[in-house]
C-alpha cells in the first residue's frame, strides 16, 4: 500500500521536473558592472616549440651554430663529394661565436639541416633565405640550397655566389615546386672551394603581415580570430629558469637577432619522460616582436617580468635583495622602452628598431608563479619603486601555483593591502573542480586587487593522441566555470587559458589551446570555447536569472549574460551539461527586442571525449543559426553538453 502511494508522487515529480519551465529573466536594462576590456586573453609560453619551431616561423634549427652541441640539427652532406667542416669559436663574435668552415674539394659536400621535427614547405610558395659569410678563395664560391622532402626529392633550389673575403650578408630564395610535411635544405659548395657561414636562415616570404624575421601567419591568424583582449608573454616558468642564469631577460632579446644571446630552453629537460634535447631559445621572438604581436591583435601588452626569483619547483635561486636593484631596473627600462619618447634611453631605442609610437604598455607582471614570503619580499620592493615612478601602470602580482592553500592564503593575505591592481591566479584541475569552481568569486572580497585567471585549464585523462586531453568534456567545463569569471566581471577584469600553442611532434605539456605541425593548425574545442567568450565579450554584464537565482548549474544549466552598448547587442551564454537537450524561455522583460533576429552560435560534440586534430580539425567547432525573437521571448532549444551564444539586436536596453 505504502509502494502504490509513492508511485503517484514520484511520477509528479519526475514530470514536474520534466515539464518544469525555464524561465529565464534577462535584464539588459539593470547592467551591474563593465566588463573590463582586457576580460580575455591569451597567455603565450615557449613552451611544446610555441616560439622556436612555432611561432617564429624560422625554419633552421641552431642556424648559427650555438647549441652546446654545434651541429645539431645539421648533418654532413656527402653525395660523392669530399670535404670538411670545422665549427670556428671566435671570442669578438660574442655572444654568436660560432660559425661553421665549409670546405669542399669534389662533388656535392656541405650541411643538410632538419628543421624544427623537419620543414613545412608549400607548394608554389616562395621561401627567404639569408645568411653571412665569407670565402675562403680568391674567387666566388657558389653556394647551393635546396628543399628536399622526405624520399630525397628535389623541391626547389637555388644558387648564390658568395664572393668577398669579408663578412657580408647574402639574400636569395627559393620557390618551392612541391609541398613537404618533413622537408629539408641541403646547403653545398657548388664549385670546389671553401666558406665561412653562420646565421643560416630560411623564412616563409608570407609571414604575418609580411615582416622580415617575422611570425607564422596562420598561427597568429588564430589568434586574432580570438580577439584576445591582451597578450601575456612570454611565460609562464619561462621567465623564471632553472636557474636564475637561465631567466628570461628582455633586454638581451631585442635588436639585431644575430646578437641575441641563444639559452637552453628550460622545457628541455624539465620533464624526464619528455625530454627536449633540441630546445633552445633563439629569442628571434623577442620583446620587440611581442610588442608588435599584442598591437597587431589589438590587444594590451602584458609582459611578465622575472622578480629575482628562479624556479622554486626547481633551483628555486633567489637574488639577494641588496642585489634586487638590476631586477627592478629591468621593470623601469621595459616601462621606458615601451612608453617613453625618443629623448629617453630606451625609448629612443624603440624608435630606431621602427617603432616611433609608444606601445601603450599599461599593465606589467612581477613574478610569474612564486609563493611564499621570499616572493612577497621581492614584490613589494618593485612595488615600491613602479608605483612611485609609473602609478599609471598597473602591476599583476602572483598568488602561486594553486587557487588554494596556505601559499594561496598567505599571498593574498598579503596583497590585499597592496598596491597591485591584479593577482594572478593559475588552475591546472579536472572538470569538476571547474564545475564546483563556477561560483568560485561569487562571493569575493570585493575590495583591493581584481582577479587576473592568469592560467587555467581542465585536464582530463591521458591517451595517445596529442590533441586527445582536449575533449569536449574539458572544454565544456571550462565554458561552465568562465560564465562563472564573466558573471563576477567587476572583479575578474582578466582571465587566459595556459598554454597556448603546442607542436604535435614537439610538445612537453598538453592540454594546449592550439595544436599544429610545421603546416596546419588545429583549434580545439576549448579554443572555440575562449573564442566564443572573447569574441562576444560586451561591454556591460546583466542579470541572468531563473526563479530568482544565477544560473550555477541548476538543471545542468549554466549562464550570464552581457549588453554591447556600441554593437547594440544583448549576449547570453548557457552552457547545458545536462545530456538531454533543454529548451529555455528567455525572457527579454523591458527591453524590447520583439522582431528581432536572433543569433544563434553552438559549439557541442557527439561524445564528451571527442576532440579535434590535425586530421579530423572539425568534429567540434561552432554552428550558428538566425531566429526571430517572437513577442519579446526566445525559447531556444539547448542541445545536450552544449555551449549556445545567443546575440540579439536591442536598439534601447
Ligand atoms: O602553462 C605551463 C606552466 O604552468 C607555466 O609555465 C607555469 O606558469 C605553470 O606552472
Known sequence: MKRLLCLPILLTGLLFHAFAQKNIIVQADKPIAPISPTMWGVFFEDINFAADGGLYAE???????????????????????????????????????????????????????????????????????SFVARSLNQAPVNIHFEFINHNGKTIGE????????????????IQSTDTAQRGKMQVWIENAGGVDMDMISV???????????????????????????????????????KELANRYQWKKTIGDPDKRELIMNRWNVEFRHKLTPDYYQSFGLGFYEYFLLAEDLGAE???????????QYNSAELVSMKDLDPYIQDALDLIEFANGDANTKWGKLRTELGHPAPFNLKILGVGNEQWDEQY????????KVLIEKYPEVKLVSGSGPSPDGKWFDYAWAQLKTSKAAYVDEHYYKEPQWFLNNATRYDNYERKGPKIFAGEYAAHTKENPDAESRNNWESALAEAAFMTG?????????????????????????????????????VGT???????????NKGTKLIPLTMNGTSLIGKDSIYGSAVIDEQKKQIIIKLVNLSHQRQTVNLNFGKSNVKGNIANVKVLLAGKREDYNTLDSPE??????????????????ELQASSLTVITVPCKKF
Open 525 to 535: 574545442p576549448n579554443y572555440y570555447v575562449q573564442k566564443l567568450f572573447a569574441s
Open 485 to 521: 569569471l564573466e558573471r563576477n566581471a567587476d572583479i575578474v577584469h582578466m582571465a587566459s587559458y595556459a598554454p597556448l600553442f603546442a607542436h604535435v611532434d614537439a610538445w612537453q605539456w598538453r592540454p594546449d589551446l592550439i595544436w599544429f605541425d610545421n603546416l596546419r593548425i
Open 301 to 311: 601588452p602584458l609582459p611578465i617580468l622575472n622578480c629575482g626569483m628562479a624556479c
Open 619 to 636: 568534429k567540434v567547432t561552432p554552428f550558428e543559426y538566425q531566429t526571430a525573437v517572437k513577442s519579446n521571448k526566445l525559447s531556444p
Open 203 to 241: 623564412f616563409p616570404h608570407d609571414t604575418w603581415k609580411n615582416r622580415p624575421n617575422g611570425l607564422r601567419a596562420d598561427l597568429v591568424q588564430m589568434l586574432a580570430d580570438m580577439k584576445p583582449g591582451f597578450v601575456r608573454f612570454p611565460g609562464g616558468c619561462i621567465v623564471e629558469g
Open 158 to 173: 637555388t644558387s648564390i655566389p658568395v664572393n668577398s673575403k669579408e663578412w657580408k650578408e647574402y639574400k636569395t630564395a
Open 59 to 129: 625554419m633552421v634549427k641552431n642556424r648559427s651554430f650555438e647549441f652546446p652541441a654545434p651541429l645539431m640539427g645539421w648533418r654532413e652532406l656527402k653525395q660523392k663529394g669530399t670535404g670538411r667542416i670545422q665549427i670556428i669559436n671566435e671570442v669578438e663574435r660574442a655572444p654568436n661565436n660560432r660559425y661553421v668552415r665549409l670546405i669542399s674539394s669534389q662533388g656535392i659536400y656541405g650541411l643538410s639541416n632538419e628543421g624544427f621535427r623537419g620543414m613545412g614547405i608549400h607548394s608554389g610558395k616562395k621561401y627567404n633565405i
Open 376 to 383: 612577497i619580499e621581492r614584490y613589494k620592493e618593485f612595488e
